[in-house]
C-alpha cells in the first residue's frame, strides 16, 4: 500500500495520530502537498461519506474520521497554494434563524470540506441579514442553510427572498430533519438533501447544472 493510500486508510478509521503523522513523513519523501490532500486525505473522506450513506457508518464515525482529516489538513494546509488542490468552490453555510441545531450542519460542511469545498461556517441561529452579509463578503458558488425546527424552517424561506438579487450567482440548498424536497420547491430552494454525502453530491450536481 502506498504512503497516501496507507493515509486514506487511518482517515477512514479515525485515527488522527497516525494522518498527522503520515502527513509529515510524505511531506519529508517530498510528496507534493496536494497530492496529499486531493489522493490521500479527501479520498478517505469519500470513502466515509458514501459507507454514511448507506447507513454503514453512522455520525460517531464520520465526525472522527473527519477530526483526523484535520489534523492532517492542519499540517499541510499553510504548504498549499490557492491553484494546489482541486477546489470546487465556495460554500457558505449556517443554521437559519432561531435554531441552534448544529450536529447536521456541521457535518455536511465536514463533508463538503472533505470534497474539496472551501466553508465558511457561518453558525447558529443565522438571521437572514447575516447570510447575505456572507454571501457579498464571501462571494460563494453554494449557500447551505440548515434547520431542525418546524418553527424555523420559515426563516430558510425569509433568507432565500432576501437573497434574490444573487440568485444567478449563488445556489441555494437546505436540509435538516423536518425538511422534504417539496417544501425545498415550495420556497424556491435549488437543492435539498437528506443526509451530509447527499448535501456534497447535492452541491456538485448544482454547480455542474
Ligand atoms: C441534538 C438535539 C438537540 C440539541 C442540539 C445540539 C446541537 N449542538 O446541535 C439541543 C439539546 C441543544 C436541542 C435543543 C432543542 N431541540 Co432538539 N434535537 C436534537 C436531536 C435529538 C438530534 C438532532 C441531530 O443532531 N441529529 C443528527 C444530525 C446528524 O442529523 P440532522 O441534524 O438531521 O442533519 C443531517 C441531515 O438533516 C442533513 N442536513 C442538516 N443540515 C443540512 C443543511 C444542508 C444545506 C443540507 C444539504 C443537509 C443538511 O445532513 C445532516 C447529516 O447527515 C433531534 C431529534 C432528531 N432525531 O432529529 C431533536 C429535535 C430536532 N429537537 C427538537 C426540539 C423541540 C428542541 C428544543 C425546542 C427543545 C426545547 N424544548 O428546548 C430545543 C430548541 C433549541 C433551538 N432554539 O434550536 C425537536 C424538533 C421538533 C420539531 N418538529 O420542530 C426534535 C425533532 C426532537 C423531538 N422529536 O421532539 N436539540
Same mark, same amino acid.
Given at each position: ?28 519523501? =517530498? ?21 454514511? $450513506? ?31 488542490? $482541486? ?16 450536529? =447536521? $450542519? ?48 420559515? %426563516?430558510? $424561506? ?16 437546505? =436540509? ?11 420556497? =424556491? ?14 452541491? %456538485? ?5
Amino acid at each position: 500500500m502506498s504512503l497516501l493510500e496507507e493515509m486514506s486508510e487511518w482517515v477512514i478509521s479515525g485515527n488522527a495520530n497516525k494522518v498527522k503523522a503520515l502527513v509529515e513523513q510524505a511531506l519529508a519523501e =517530498g510528496v507534493a502537498p496536494a497530492s496529499i490532500v486531493n489522493e490521500g486525505l479527501i479520498p478517505g473522506m469519500t470513502v466515509i461519506g458514501a459507507k454514511f $450513506k448507506v447507513n454503514e457508518v453512522y455520525v460517531p464515525e464520520v465526525l472522527i474520521a473527519a477530526r483526523a482529516m484535520h489534523a492532517g489538513m492542519a499540517v499541510v494546509k499553510p504548504l498549499l497554494s490557492v491553484s494546489d488542490t $482541486k477546489e470546487k468552490g465556495i460554500a457558505v453555510i449556517g443554521t437559519v434563524k432561531g435554531d441552534l441545531h448544529d450536529i =447536521g $450542519k456541521n457535518l455536511v460542511g465536514m463533508m463538503l470540506e472533505g470534497a474539496g469545498y472551501t466553508v465558511i461556517d457561518i453558525g447558529i441561529d443565522v438571521p437572514p441579514e447575516k447570510f447575505l452579509q456572507a454571501v457579498q463578503e464571501h462571494k460563494p458558488q453554494i449557500v447551505g442553510l440548515s434547520a431542525l425546527l418546524t418553527t424555523t424552517m420559515t %426563516n430558510m $424561506k425569509a433568507t432565500i427572498e432576501l437573497l434574490k438579487p444573487y440568485r444567478d450567482q449563488v445556489k441555494i440548498m437546505i =436540509g435538516g430533519a423536518p425538511i422534504t424536497p417539496k417544501f425545498a420547491d415550495e420556497i =424556491g430552494a435549488d437543492g435539498y438533501a437528506a443526509d451530509a454525502a447527499s448535501a456534497v453530491d447535492c452541491a %456538485n450536481n448544482l454547480l455542474a447544472s
